[in-house]
Antibody, heavy 119, light 109 residues
Framework: QVQLVESGGGLVKPGGSLRLSCAASGFTFSDYYMSWIRQAPGKGLEWVSYISSSGSTIYYADSVKGRFTISRDNAKNSLYLQMNSLRAEDTAVYYC????????????WGQGTLVTVSS | SSELTQDPAVSVALGQTVRITCQGDSLRSYYASWYQQKPGQAPVLVIYGKNNRPSGIPDRFSGSSSGNTASLTITGAQAEDEADYYCNSRDSSGNHLYVFGTGTKVTVL
Protein backbone atom coordinates (compact mmCIF):
# COMPACT_ATOMS: atom_id res chain seq x y z
CA GLN A 1 0.00 0.00 0.00
CA VAL A 2 1.06 3.58 -0.57
CA GLN A 3 2.97 5.07 2.34
CA LEU A 4 4.41 8.54 2.77
CA VAL A 5 6.43 9.22 5.92
CA GLU A 6 7.65 12.73 6.69
CA SER A 7 10.53 13.59 9.00
CA GLY A 8 12.75 16.50 9.90
CA GLY A 9 10.32 18.81 11.66
CA GLY A 10 11.12 20.58 14.90
CA LEU A 11 11.67 23.89 16.65
CA VAL A 12 13.74 26.50 14.85
CA LYS A 13 14.42 30.18 15.48
CA PRO A 14 13.21 32.88 13.09
CA GLY A 15 15.66 33.23 10.23
CA GLY A 16 16.81 29.65 10.65
CA SER A 17 16.71 26.68 8.29
CA LEU A 18 15.25 23.20 8.31
CA ARG A 19 15.14 20.33 5.82
CA LEU A 20 12.11 18.07 5.63
CA SER A 21 12.16 14.61 4.09
CA CYS A 22 9.43 12.32 2.87
CA ALA A 23 10.06 8.61 2.33
CA ALA A 24 7.71 7.02 -0.19
CA SER A 25 6.84 3.36 -0.65
CA GLY A 26 4.17 1.15 -2.19
CA PHE A 27 4.19 2.80 -5.63
CA THR A 28 6.59 3.72 -8.43
CA PHE A 29 7.79 7.02 -6.99
CA SER A 30 9.47 8.17 -10.19
CA ASP A 31 6.13 8.10 -12.06
CA TYR A 32 4.40 10.71 -9.91
CA TYR A 33 4.41 14.43 -9.23
CA MET A 34 4.85 15.16 -5.54
CA SER A 35 3.87 18.10 -3.34
CA TRP A 36 4.27 19.70 0.04
CA ILE A 37 1.13 21.08 1.66
CA ARG A 38 1.01 22.75 5.06
CA GLN A 39 -1.53 23.53 7.75
CA ALA A 40 -0.95 26.17 10.41
CA PRO A 41 -2.34 25.30 13.86
CA GLY A 42 -6.13 25.55 13.79
CA LYS A 43 -6.10 26.79 10.20
CA GLY A 44 -6.82 25.46 6.73
CA LEU A 45 -4.66 23.76 4.15
CA GLU A 46 -2.15 25.67 2.05
CA TRP A 47 -0.39 24.20 -0.98
CA VAL A 48 3.35 24.99 -0.78
CA SER A 49 5.13 23.46 -3.77
CA TYR A 50 5.16 20.68 -6.33
CA ILE A 51 7.81 18.92 -8.34
CA SER A 52 7.30 16.89 -11.50
CA SER A 53 8.15 13.22 -11.72
CA SER A 54 11.57 13.88 -13.26
CA GLY A 55 12.24 16.96 -11.14
CA SER A 56 12.44 19.21 -14.18
CA THR A 57 9.34 21.27 -13.35
CA ILE A 58 8.86 23.00 -10.01
CA TYR A 59 6.38 25.56 -8.71
CA TYR A 60 6.02 27.37 -5.40
CA ALA A 61 3.33 29.31 -3.63
CA ASP A 62 4.11 33.02 -3.52
CA SER A 63 4.37 32.83 0.28
CA VAL A 64 7.49 30.63 0.14
CA LYS A 65 9.05 31.49 -3.22
CA GLY A 66 12.73 32.35 -2.86
CA ARG A 67 12.97 30.80 0.62
CA PHE A 68 11.95 27.16 0.13
CA THR A 69 13.41 24.60 -2.29
CA ILE A 70 11.72 21.35 -3.23
CA SER A 71 13.74 18.43 -4.59
CA ARG A 72 13.54 14.69 -5.02
CA ASP A 73 15.79 11.65 -5.32
CA ASN A 74 14.00 9.01 -7.37
CA ALA A 75 16.73 6.45 -6.63
CA LYS A 76 15.95 6.81 -2.93
CA ASN A 77 12.17 7.25 -3.31
CA SER A 78 12.44 10.47 -1.36
CA LEU A 79 11.07 14.00 -1.48
CA TYR A 80 12.66 16.96 0.28
CA LEU A 81 11.85 20.52 1.29
CA GLN A 82 14.70 22.83 2.20
CA MET A 83 13.30 25.75 4.19
CA ASN A 84 15.44 28.84 4.71
CA SER A 85 14.79 32.25 6.26
CA LEU A 86 11.99 30.78 8.31
CA ARG A 87 9.32 33.05 9.78
CA ALA A 88 6.80 32.62 12.56
CA GLU A 89 4.06 32.33 9.93
CA ASP A 90 5.76 29.21 8.53
CA THR A 91 4.77 27.35 11.71
CA ALA A 92 2.60 24.47 10.53
CA VAL A 93 2.24 20.76 10.03
CA TYR A 94 3.88 19.98 6.70
CA TYR A 95 2.36 17.16 4.68
CA CYS A 96 3.96 15.29 1.84
CA UNK A 97 1.34 14.35 -0.76
CA UNK A 98 1.28 12.44 -4.03
CA UNK A 99 0.13 14.73 -6.81
CA UNK A 100 -1.11 16.88 -8.33
CA UNK A 101 -2.65 14.27 -10.57
CA UNK A 102 -4.45 14.75 -13.85
CA UNK A 103 -7.64 15.87 -12.13
CA UNK A 104 -6.13 18.22 -9.55
CA UNK A 105 -5.84 15.43 -7.03
CA UNK A 106 -3.57 14.87 -4.11
CA UNK A 107 -4.51 11.26 -3.63
CA UNK A 108 -2.25 10.11 -0.80
CA TRP A 109 -0.92 12.10 2.14
CA GLY A 110 1.62 11.42 4.86
CA GLN A 111 0.83 11.99 8.53
CA GLY A 112 2.76 15.26 8.57
CA THR A 113 5.67 16.74 10.48
CA LEU A 114 5.36 19.80 12.72
CA VAL A 115 7.59 22.80 12.12
CA THR A 116 7.58 25.46 14.83
CA VAL A 117 9.34 28.75 14.21
CA SER A 118 9.80 30.60 17.49
CA SER A 119 12.48 32.37 19.46
CA SER B 1 -3.74 33.69 -6.61
CA SER B 2 -7.45 32.88 -6.68
CA GLU B 3 -9.52 31.94 -3.69
CA LEU B 4 -11.97 29.15 -2.99
CA THR B 5 -14.69 30.06 -0.51
CA GLN B 6 -16.58 27.59 1.67
CA ASP B 7 -19.16 28.04 4.42
CA PRO B 8 -17.36 27.74 7.77
CA ALA B 9 -19.75 25.22 9.30
CA VAL B 10 -22.83 23.16 8.56
CA SER B 11 -24.78 20.64 10.59
CA VAL B 12 -26.84 17.65 9.52
CA ALA B 13 -29.07 15.22 11.34
CA LEU B 14 -27.96 11.61 11.38
CA GLY B 15 -29.13 9.90 8.19
CA GLN B 16 -30.03 13.12 6.42
CA THR B 17 -28.39 14.83 3.44
CA VAL B 18 -25.94 17.72 3.53
CA ARG B 19 -24.39 19.70 0.69
CA ILE B 20 -21.11 21.59 1.06
CA THR B 21 -20.27 24.22 -1.52
CA CYS B 22 -17.02 25.72 -2.80
CA GLN B 23 -17.00 28.91 -4.85
CA GLY B 24 -14.23 30.36 -6.94
CA ASP B 25 -13.41 31.64 -10.40
CA SER B 26 -10.99 28.79 -11.08
CA LEU B 27 -13.87 26.31 -10.86
CA ARG B 28 -15.16 27.57 -14.19
CA SER B 29 -12.04 26.04 -15.78
CA TYR B 30 -10.84 23.27 -13.51
CA TYR B 31 -12.32 20.41 -11.53
CA ALA B 32 -12.44 20.52 -7.76
CA SER B 33 -11.25 17.75 -5.49
CA TRP B 34 -12.62 17.22 -1.99
CA TYR B 35 -10.81 16.09 1.14
CA GLN B 36 -12.06 14.94 4.53
CA GLN B 37 -9.94 15.69 7.59
CA LYS B 38 -10.67 14.38 11.06
CA PRO B 39 -8.99 15.88 14.16
CA GLY B 40 -5.31 15.00 14.39
CA GLN B 41 -5.32 13.16 11.08
CA ALA B 42 -4.10 13.83 7.56
CA PRO B 43 -6.63 14.77 4.88
CA VAL B 44 -8.19 11.97 2.83
CA LEU B 45 -9.32 12.40 -0.77
CA VAL B 46 -13.06 11.65 -1.08
CA ILE B 47 -14.11 13.07 -4.47
CA TYR B 48 -12.18 14.09 -7.59
CA GLY B 49 -12.87 14.98 -11.19
CA LYS B 50 -16.44 15.15 -12.43
CA ASN B 51 -17.71 12.82 -9.67
CA ASN B 52 -15.19 10.11 -8.87
CA ARG B 53 -14.61 8.34 -5.57
CA PRO B 54 -11.30 6.70 -4.67
CA SER B 55 -11.41 3.09 -3.65
CA GLY B 56 -12.83 2.67 -0.16
CA ILE B 57 -14.86 5.89 -0.10
CA PRO B 58 -18.56 5.17 0.55
CA ASP B 59 -21.01 5.93 -2.24
CA ARG B 60 -22.91 8.31 0.02
CA PHE B 61 -20.28 10.87 -1.03
CA SER B 62 -20.87 12.54 -4.38
CA GLY B 63 -19.69 15.62 -6.23
CA SER B 64 -21.09 18.05 -8.75
CA SER B 65 -20.23 21.37 -10.32
CA SER B 66 -21.96 24.29 -12.01
CA GLY B 67 -20.38 27.52 -13.12
CA ASN B 68 -18.08 28.80 -10.38
CA THR B 69 -19.44 26.44 -7.71
CA ALA B 70 -18.47 22.89 -6.83
CA SER B 71 -20.48 20.84 -4.36
CA LEU B 72 -19.91 17.82 -2.17
CA THR B 73 -23.03 15.98 -1.06
CA ILE B 74 -23.26 13.44 1.72
CA THR B 75 -26.48 11.44 1.34
CA GLY B 76 -27.43 9.68 4.55
CA ALA B 77 -24.77 11.23 6.79
CA GLN B 78 -23.18 8.96 9.38
CA ALA B 79 -21.57 9.88 12.68
CA GLU B 80 -18.16 9.09 11.23
CA ASP B 81 -18.65 11.75 8.56
CA GLU B 82 -18.22 14.48 11.17
CA ALA B 83 -15.04 16.21 10.01
CA ASP B 84 -13.57 19.21 8.23
CA TYR B 85 -13.96 19.19 4.46
CA TYR B 86 -11.75 21.09 2.03
CA CYS B 87 -12.07 21.64 -1.69
CA ASN B 88 -9.08 22.30 -3.89
CA SER B 89 -8.41 23.26 -7.47
CA ARG B 90 -5.92 24.96 -9.68
CA ASP B 91 -5.32 28.67 -9.55
CA SER B 92 -7.24 30.46 -12.29
CA SER B 93 -4.35 32.77 -13.14
CA GLY B 94 -2.53 30.12 -15.17
CA ASN B 95 0.47 30.16 -12.87
CA HIS B 96 0.47 26.39 -12.25
CA LEU B 97 -0.41 27.03 -8.65
CA TYR B 98 -2.92 25.20 -6.50
CA VAL B 99 -5.39 26.49 -3.95
CA PHE B 100 -7.48 25.00 -1.16
CA GLY B 101 -10.84 26.16 0.05
CA THR B 102 -11.32 27.75 3.43
CA GLY B 103 -12.83 24.56 4.85
CA THR B 104 -16.23 23.51 6.20
CA LYS B 105 -16.77 21.89 9.58
CA VAL B 106 -19.56 19.30 9.28
CA THR B 107 -21.33 18.35 12.50
CA VAL B 108 -23.59 15.29 12.53
CA LEU B 109 -26.36 15.74 15.10
Amino acid sequence: QVQLVESGGGLVKPGGSLRLSCAASGFTFSDYYMSWIRQAPGKGLEWVSYISSSGSTIYYADSVKGRFTISRDNAKNSLYLQMNSLRAEDTAVYYCARGPGAMVTFDYWGQGTLVTVSS
Amino acid sequence: SSELTQDPAVSVALGQTVRITCQGDSLRSYYASWYQQKPGQAPVLVIYGKNNRPSGIPDRFSGSSSGNTASLTITGAQAEDEADYYCNSRDSSGNHLYVFGTGTKVTVL
